[in-house]
Nanobody, 115 residues
Framework: EVQLVESGGGLVQPGESLRLSCAAS????????MRWVRQRPGKGFEWVSG????????TYADSVKGRFTISRDNAINTLYLQMNSLKPEDTAVYYC????????WGQGTQVTVSS
């Protein structure tokens, strides 16, 4: 079955960095565009970033543009989100998913940015 397992979250201070990972299995990862979505406390789901199947085209929400970088390593079925210059408003649970489907989600990984 399709499995998406997010990891790499944690507690950091404003201005610091984290790299999130999403380990994918149960499908042909290299054939699918992927995305990162987050849910801030008391808020709905917010699209953060997307990447095409080959990794050569990326898109970002205005709120993270210039600070976050999405990438993937198709050889090991892994999606990444490098998050730099983190702000308190980046505090959220971060999820990876297929761009074209809402059917498959990981458990999410908690990112907390606080001094």
């Amino acid at each position: 079955e399709v499995q998406l397992v997010e990891s790499g979250g944690g507690l950091v201070q404003p201005g610091e960095s984290l790299r999130l990972s999403c380990a994918a299995s149960g499908f042909t990862f290299s054939s699918y565009a992927m995305r990162w979505v987050r849910q801030r406390p008391g808020k709905g789901f917010e699209w953060v970033s997307g990447i095409n199947s080959g990794g050569g085209s990326t898109t970002y929400a205005d709120s993270v543009k210039g600070r976050f970088t999405i990438s993937r390593d198709n050889a090991i079925n892994t999606l990444y989100l490098q998050m730099n210059s983190l702000k308190p408003e980046d505090t959220a649970v971060y999820y990876c998913a297929m761009t074209a489907s809402s059917s498959y989600w990981g458990q999410g990984t908690q990112v907390t940015v606080s001094s």
